[in-house]
């Protein structure tokens, strides 16, 4: 931990940044919408496949149209970008609490999932991995932890407020306290960013604008679409997302079906948070210190182990050791993702990267839960589906540990020195 501090001293203000964001990007998580699913579902007489599909459907959307916002990042003042997303996302709140109709529910579920899941994380661990690029596994650890402490106390608060308010007046707490509290986080923590904005491009460019400086390729978007070992990499980079997103979008079937308390397994996430946040410091060290492509093909293990042990029993003791291997993937993927793209493609394009990157992703997660739901309603098992899940996780291994050993082959690295 002490190696954290000196850090936290320098750059504490952009390390508020990308905690405050990273924690306010929950309320689009899949975690946080789900808790919801049941009272949805009930009020707006939908089942498994039908709410599925809708929050399907409009997670794809958000994958669409991620490409084009996504970009933004590049090109926008980061303070502005950040206000936009910020009342964007809680204006997506107040919706869904209006919506009585399939047409209304779509709606506001694309801009909770396009703010939310979509670019509001996506901003602060791009913050993060640009402008501290001496130690970007230790900032983007740090600025991650918003996600685990978000996880670690919003699902016990959820639960509260559905029984103190209900689920649409619950959706409106959550969005005014979104409005008010991010914004004056963000004035505080990107204080002065101008300067730092501009001697970061000072850094990466020559006078002409042109040629990345310290001779470190700086790829766009339509290079990396066209390099073989991107596609490589995506099974990993998906897999987390993609699996987490279908078991805890239906997280409530999956306690019903285990015969677990559903109290119970909201206070599990505090392991799962706990797990997450120190997972995150240990893979932000090892990672600045043996860099990201060596971490990638481990990635996804614990994700595997924990669909095997969720598959094989209904004990309490299978809950409690799901959420703790879930927590060791999340941590890793979540520190590894925008280092690892830095690391590869460079930074002065990561946020037109990270949109194709981020929406791959978020479609990926948009298949997951439409295609459990159908499973459920056609009585197929969260055991067979979690098996399913482990053959997948097994696949991505391979496919990154064949991407990696490509990055360090010498042809590899002799066309990075002469670009």
């Given at each position: 931990?002490?190696?954290?501090?000196?850090?936290?001293?320098?750059?504490?203000?952009?390390?508020?940044?990308?905690?405050?964001?990273?924690?306010?990007?929950?309320?689009?998580?899949?975690?946080?919408?789900?808790?919801?699913?049941?009272?949805?579902?009930?009020?707006?007489?939908?089942?498994?496949?039908?709410?599925?599909?809708?929050?399907?459907?409009?997670?794809?959307?958000?994958?669409?149209?991620?490409?084009?916002?996504?970009?933004?990042?590049?090109?926008?003042?980061?303070?502005?970008?950040?206000?936009?997303?910020?009342?964007?996302?809680?204006?997506?709140?107040?919706?869904?609490?209006?919506?009585?109709?399939?047409?209304?529910?779509?709606?506001?579920?694309?801009?909770?999932?396009?703010?939310?899941?979509?670019?509001?994380g996506m901003?602060?661990?791009?913050?993060?991995?640009?402008?501290?690029?001496?130690?970007?596994?230790?900032?983007?650890?740090?600025?991650?932890?918003?996600?685990?402490?978000?996880e670690?106390?919003?699902?016990?608060?959820?639960?509260a407020?559905?029984?103190?308010?209900?689920?649409?007046?619950?959706?409106?707490?959550?969005?005014?306290?979104?409005?008010?509290?991010?914004?004056?986080?963000?004035?505080?923590s990107?204080?002065?960013?101008?300067?730092?904005?501009?001697?970061?491009?000072?850094?990466?460019?020559?006078?002409?604008?042109?040629?990345?400086?310290?001779?470190?390729?700086?790829?766009?978007?339509?290079?990396?679409?066209?390099?073989?070992?991107?596609?490589?990499?995506?099974?990993?980079?998906?897999?987390?997302?993609?699996?987490?997103?279908?078991?805890?979008?239906?997280?409530?079937?999956?306690?019903?079906?285990?015969?677990?308390?559903?109290?119970?397994w909201?206070?599990?996430?505090?392991?799962?948070?706990?797990?997450?946040?120190?997972?995150?410091?240990?893979?932000?060290?090892?990672?600045?210190?043996?860099?990201?492509?060596?971490?990638?093909p481990?990635?996804?293990?614990?994700?595997?182990v924990?669909?095997?042990?969720?598959?094989?029993?209904?004990?309490?003791?299978?809950?409690?050791?799901?959420?703790?291997?879930?927590?060791?993937?999340?941590?890793?993927?979540?520190?590894?993702?925008?280092?690892?793209?830095?690391?590869?493609?460079g930074?002065?394009?990561?946020?037109?990267?990270?949109?194709?990157?981020?929406?791959?992703?978020?479609?990926?997660?948009?298949?997951?839960?439409?295609?459990?739901?159908?499973?459920?309603?056609?009585?197929?098992?969260?055991?067979?589906?979690?098996?399913?899940?482990?053959?997948?996780?097994?696949?991505?291994?391979?496919?990154?540990?064949?991407?990696?050993?490509?990055?360090?082959?010498?042809?590899?690295?002799?066309?990075?020195?002469?670009?």
């Amino acid at each position: 931990m002490k190696s954290f501090l000196p850090l936290f001293q320098r750059e504490w203000r952009l390390l508020l940044f990308g905690f405050a964001m990273t924690f306010g990007s929950s309320l689009g998580q899949t975690y946080f919408i789900a808790l919801f699913s049941g009272e949805i579902r009930s009020d707006l007489g939908l089942s498994h496949t039908a709410f599925g599909s809708v929050y399907s459907a409009a997670t794809l959307a958000s994958a669409i149209v991620l490409l084009w916002s996504g970009s933004l990042i590049d090109r926008m003042n980061l303070r502005h970008f950040a206000y936009l997303v910020v009342f964007g996302l809680a204006g997506g709140c107040l919706l869904l609490a209006s919506s009585y109709t399939l047409p209304m529910l779509f709606l506001s579920l694309l801009v909770l999932r396009q703010l939310g899941q979509g670019l509001m994380g996506m901003t602060g661990a791009t913050a993060m991995v640009r402008y501290i690029d001496d130690q970007p596994g230790k900032a983007n650890a740090i600025g991650g932890l918003g996600f685990s402490i978000s996880e670690a106390i919003l699902p016990s608060l959820v639960i509260a407020s559905l029984a103190w308010l209900g689920w649409r007046q619950s959706w409106v707490l959550w969005g005014l306290l979104l409005a008010i509290i991010l914004p004056l986080l963000i004035s505080r923590s990107l204080r002065g960013h101008e300067g730092r904005h501009a001697r970061y491009l000072g850094s990466v460019t020559n006078a002409s604008g042109k040629t990345p400086g310290g001779g470190r390729r700086q790829w766009t978007r339509g290079e990396v679409l066209r390099d073989p070992v991107f596609y490589l990499c995506l099974p990993a980079m998906l897999a987390q997302p993609m699996l987490f997103t279908g078991f805890m979008f239906h997280q409530i079937h999956l306690v019903e079906e285990k015969g677990w308390a559903l109290p119970i397994w909201g206070s599990l996430y505090l392991v799962y948070a706990l797990t997450t946040s120190v997972t995150k410091l240990g893979a932000g060290l090892l990672i600045d210190r043996i860099g990201a492509t060596r971490v990638l093909p481990v990635m996804c293990i614990p994700l595997g182990v924990g669909l095997m042990i969720l598959a094989s029993s209904t004990s309490l003791l299978v809950a409690v050791l799901f959420m703790f291997c879930l927590g060791l993937s999340v941590g890793t993927y979540s520190t590894l993702s925008s280092p690892f793209f830095a690391e590869v493609y460079g930074s002065l394009h990561l946020g037109s990267i990270k949109s194709v990157t981020t929406s791959a992703m978020v479609f990926s997660s948009a298949i997951a839960p439409v295609l459990m739901g159908w499973g459920i309603d056609r009585g197929i098992s969260m055991n067979s589906m979690a098996l399913v899940g482990t053959g997948y996780v097994a696949l991505a291994c391979v496919l990154a540990w064949l991407a990696c050993r490509a990055l360090a082959t010498p042809d590899r690295q002799r066309s990075e020195k002469n670009r």
